[in-house]
């Protein structure tokens, strides 16, 4: 005999012998519950249920029938029968016969199926239940008792174009969608990875992102960095690996993809790793793994980019990790907001959807995101957009407990909370000021209240765009250079508010002549001063090293200032400062033959000193090409 037979039969013995007690049953009923007794045996379980029915008809007060129904049907994996008839049994038992057992027994069928209102009723009657489910029923109650309403719209169908389509992941403009593809849920269907872009609102009809990328064997769960020329897949065979599914990396050059290469042996091991999400820039990595010495089955990880390659994979621990399935982490463009799936954290059923903040070094405590997002079903893989508004995940249909279809779907999030610090994006093309042909470029963003947070990308070399992603709150200051040129910089501000506007800005690069100059638009000093603020020093890096990088050119650093105060004073003060950058750029090993400082005063207005803005251009340091 079989050890669930085994078990079965163990169940039903138990449950009669608590069914019988204090009851005056029918004998027929008695009979036919025999009947079905011997049907289980030889495994004729229809037979079993007739027989267990027709025992209901004869004495509806007898117990056995109903639990041993429920039994079939849980083996059956038909929950919802399962739970209906063992709430039944119960109700035809007096509550003294009634144990804890079967009350938590109850509570655990019910929440599985969404009964809520009926596992919570259960679950009051047990002095000390099981602390998840409680908590999970607690908070699957609560939340379906709140009523919100979310309208989850299906994209249309050039992407929801297959059987099963799910790990949706964007570009931060939202106008190109990657997501994994099947045309059935036939173990033997191809996953493939799909790529659609939307051109004046409307999506075109997905198609294969490359033949670099996409095999005869799996390929799946993507992700993309803002600008969207680095992508992440999984792979679990066909390519070189270092076991089971492994993690590769591809650069989008123009409108092709590089071949991809593993991302290597650091990040990578003999066992499972999936499901990778990218920061922003591309230089921090989540992802899920089974590698031993996590805190549960499935646990997620991070690994940052360094001058030597990725770092050793972190867990992100007890926080957010339990002894069960973590699963599809998506980092927020914001940094500081991570999202995932849990079947370990207190939820609705199944694997449910979480966020948690990044506070200094460590992740809060991870919040539910609550019905209507999550159901009874797995909700899985959440990708939110850099405002915070909308989110998008795919909602699968389900039939006893097996996945038909599934569709992706777009959300408005309710209220204001998910995503505390929104973002936004700055989007534009790099160009030689002269031939405005497209540039390649590196451009460095960095945060000016907190010099940690620094973002690097590439400008294409094909069409010269470039994406930056900016969180409210914080002011940026933007370096941008290629071999030849003379650097461009910026300052950004991102305004604290909810509805941040995506901005475009085209940067000129002028080729590196005599007599050409540059504003550092990121250097600060105290008024009447000339020491430097700190905010000052990474703009100071860049240039020191933009110098180092130009060993054939020599260098002005000029000084300037507006007409408040006598011209001897603007004199002095202006040539102080511009000494302070010469003495900086010293000190980082900067020839002295390279460089030199002279302070104009306030003899060279740029804009009008009747007004605070022209005030405020007039008063700057600028480089010029000697």
């Known amino acids: 005999m079989s050890q669930s037979l085994k078990t079965l039969f163990f169940l039903f013995s138990v449950l009669f012998a608590t069914s019988v007690f204090g009851q005056e049953v029918s004998k027929k009923a008695i009979k036919f519950t025999e009947k079905a007794e011997e049907a289980i045996k030889q495994r004729q379980f229809d037979a079993a249920?007739?027989?267990?029915?027709?025992?209901?008809?004869?004495?509806?007060?007898?117990?056995?029938?109903?639990?041993?129904?429920?039994?079939?049907?849980?083996?059956?994996?038909?929950?919802?029968?399962a739970a209906l008839y063992y709430n039944r049994a119960?109700?035809?038992?007096?509550?003294?016969?009634?144990?804890?057992?079967?009350?938590?027994?109850?509570?655990?069928?019910?929440?599985?199926?969404?009964?809520?209102?009926?596992?919570?009723r259960a679950i009051s009657h047990v002095s000390n239940p099981d602390e998840r489910l409680s908590a999970s029923i607690q908070l699957s109650k609560e939340s379906v008792e709140r009523g919100i309403q979310i309208n989850q719209e299906e994209l249309p169908e050039a992407i929801n174009a297959y059987e099963l389509q799910y790990f949706p992941?964007?570009?931060?403009?939202?106008?190109?969608?990657?997501?994994?593809?099947?045309?059935?849920?036939?173990?033997?269907?191809?996953?493939?990875?799909?790529?659609?872009?939307?051109?004046?609102?409307?999506?075109?009809p997905a198609q294969s992102i490359s033949k670099e990328i996409n095999t005869p064997f799996n390929e799946g769960a993507s992700t993309i960095s803002a600008d969207g020329r680095t992508l992440i897949f999984t792979a679990c065979e066909g390519r070189p690996s270092f076991g089971s599914c492994d993690l590769y990396i591809t650069q989008r050059e123009g409108n092709k993809w590089t071949k991809p290469e593993n991302i290597g042996a650091t990040v990578n091991s003999r066992y499972w790793e999936s499901q990778p999400s990218l920061g922003a820039d591309g230089r921090v990595l989540y992802f899920a793994s089974n590698r031993p010495g996590g805190v549960g089955k499935r646990d997620l990880y991070?690994?940052?980019?360094?001058?030597?390659?990725?770092?050793?994979?972190q867990n992100l621990g007890r926080e957010i990790n339990t002894q069960y399935d973590e699963t599809t982490p998506f980092a927020h463009v914001n940094g500081k907001t991570l999202f995932f799936s849990s079947e370990g954290h207190p939820g609705l059923g199944g694997f449910d959807l979480f966020v948690t903040e990044k506070n200094d070094t460590s992740w809060l405590k991870p919040r539910n995101l609550g019905y209507p997002i999550n159901t009874l079903h797995d909700e899985i893989s959440l990708f939110i957009n850099a405002s915070g508004t909308h989110g998008y995940y795919a909602k699968e249909r389900n039939l006893q407990g097996k996945v038909l279809s599934s569709?992706?779907?777009?959300?408005?999030?309710?209220?204001?909370?998910?995503?505390?610090?929104?973002?936004?994006?700055?989007?534009?093309?790099?160009?030689?000021?002269?031939?405005?042909?497209?540039?390649?470029?590196?451009?460095?963003?960095?945060?000016?209240?907190?010099?940690?947070?620094?973002?690097?990308?590439?400008?294409?070399?094909?069409?010269?765009?470039?994406?930056?992603?900016?969180t409210e709150g914080n002011q940026y200051g933007v370096f941008v250079k290629r071999m030849n040129y003379l650097f461009e910089d910026m300052s950004i501000t991102a305004s604290e508010s909810s509805a941040l506007e995506?901005?475009?800005?085209?940067?000129?690069?002028?080729?590196?002549?005599?007599?050409?100059?540059?504003?550092?638009?990121?250097?600060?000093?105290?008024?009447?001063?000339?020491?430097?603020?700190?905010?000052?020093?990474?703009?100071?890096?860049?240039?020191?090293?933009?110098?180092?990088?130009?060993?054939?050119?020599?260098?002005?650093?000029?000084?300037?200032?507006?007409?408040?105060?006598?011209?001897?004073?603007?004199?002095?003060?202006?040539?102080?400062?511009?000494?302070?950058?010469?003495?900086?750029?010293?000190?980082?090993?900067?020839?002295?033959n390279r460089i030199q400082f002279k302070g104009y005063g306030s003899s060279r207005p740029i804009g009008s000193n009747e007004s605070e803005a022209g005030k405020k251009k007039n008063r700057r340091i600028t480089v010029s090409v000697m």
């Open 302 to 313: 991070v690994t940052k980019i360094t001058a030597k390659g990725w770092s050793t994979p």
């Open 407 to 470: 569709k992706i779907v777009k959300f408005p999030l309710p209220g204001d909370t998910l995503v505390k610090s929104k973002s936004s994006y700055v989007v534009g093309r790099v160009m030689d000021e002269v031939s405005k042909e497209p540039l390649g470029a590196s451009l460095r963003m960095t945060n000016l209240n907190d010099s940690t947070d620094t973002y690097f990308i590439r400008s294409d070399s094909t069409s010269g765009r470039y994406f930056l992603v900016l």
């Open 90 to 120: 119960l109700s035809v038992m007096k509550e003294g016969e009634i144990t804890q057992k079967m009350w938590e027994r109850a509570a655990g069928l019910n929440y599985g199926v969404g009964n809520y209102e009926e596992a919570f």
């Open 169 to 204: 992941t964007l570009t931060v403009d939202e106008n190109t969608i990657i997501y994994t593809k099947r045309n059935s849920g036939a173990p033997s269907s191809d996953e493939d990875l799909m790529i659609s872009t939307r051109i004046n609102g409307q999506w075109i």
């Open 49 to 81: 249920k007739e027989y267990l029915n027709k025992a209901i008809s004869a004495d509806a007060n007898y117990t056995a029938p109903y639990f041993r129904l429920s039994t079939i049907y849980n083996l059956y994996l038909q929950f919802d029968s």
């Open 502 to 592: 995506p901005d475009t800005i085209d940067i000129y690069l002028k080729p590196i002549r005599g007599g050409e100059s540059i504003t550092l638009e990121n250097i600060y000093f105290r008024t009447d001063e000339y020491r430097l603020d700190e905010k000052s020093k990474s703009e100071l890096a860049e240039l020191a090293e933009f110098i180092k990088e130009n060993p054939t050119r020599s260098f002005l650093i000029e000084g300037h200032t507006d007409n408040v105060g006598t011209e001897s004073y603007n004199q002095e003060l202006s040539t102080k400062r511009a000494e302070t950058v010469y003495n900086y750029l010293v000190d980082h090993q900067v020839p002295l």
